[in-house]
């Protein structure tokens, strides 16, 4: 492979080498030591850093900082080696507004967006009665321990959510809970409201139902009114007659017996 340039070793350091590689199926780029070393085949791979895509074979189309990469594997890029850069901090992003999908990190790194469409599932059914456990999660506001101030935070503590919902927490290598996927989440929050929508639509058509059933039975009921009321008058009248007609008698023996003295 010729070299473009070569960086002479001192005591502590291997020679630092930028080269432009030619193989039969194109060319690549590296710059570091040891990189793409052992690539015989791949094209179009860009490789910066110690040991870059040093363990890459027969790759292509992948760019490389600082990584060691895998052996067969094309069409990636690779920053940084697991255990040695702990966090990533990119300049132009944050406080720039942009639209776009939210991207999501897997449990070895990789960068990515949810995907919703069809074509990417299989045993696609109704999340049911599934996500009516999400009313024994506890929402709880938090402060990070890494930031000094802490701006208030809200959200759940993953391993309280494990204890419910063990399929949505995501764990360390080491075992232990680490995150919520929140946006999983939406999809059982909507079926929690779909469920109460029906519910409620439920209970107005029972409340119609009654209406109406109250509605028919008004005009009986009002009926029944009246004729129980004609009915209490006829009885009082006929109680006021028989009262009358107790009281005859009597007044007229009344009547008769100073007569007789």
């Known amino acids: 492979m010729p070299l473009c340039t070569t960086t002479p070793a001192t005591a502590i350091r291997p020679p630092v080498r930028t080269r432009c590689s030619a193989t039969a199926a194109g060319t690549n780029t590296t710059t570091g030591a040891y990189s793409l070393q052992n690539n015989t085949i791949g094209n179009a791979n860009t490789a910066t850093g110690f040991s870059a895509l040093f363990s890459n074979t027969t790759g292509s189309n992948n760019i490389d900082i600082g990584s060691a990469g895998a052996a067969a594997e094309s069409n990636t890029i690779r920053i940084g080696t697991v255990g040695k850069q702990t966090r990533i901090i990119i300049a132009g992003i944050a406080g720039v507004p942009a639209t776009g999908d939210a991207v999501v990190v897997s449990k070895t790194g990789q960068l990515g967006i949810v995907v919703s469409s069809a074509r990417y599932k299989h ?104 004729s129980d009321q004609r009915e209490l008058q006829a009885r009082l009248a006929l109680e006021n007659r028989l009262s009358m007609l107790e009281r005859t008698p009597k007044v007229q023996e009344q009547k008769r017996i100073p007569a007789n003295k």
């Open 123 to 226: 045993d696609i059914s109704d999340i049911g009665d599934r996500s009516s456990r999400l009313l024994k999660l506890r929402p709880v506001s938090f402060r990070y321990k890494n930031k000094a101030a802490g701006t208030l935070q809200y959200g759940l503590i993953a391993e309280e959510v494990a204890k419910i919902y063990p399929e949505l927490v995501t764990f360390s290598p080491d075992g232990k809970a680490e995150t919520v996927p929140y946006l999983t989440m939406i999809a059982m929050l909507l079926n929690e409201l779909q469920k109460q929508g029906n519910q409620l639509h439920q209970q107005m058509i029972r409340n119609d139902s009654q209406a109406r059933q109250i509605n028919l039975l008004n005009p009986r009921i009002t009926e029944v009114e009246a």
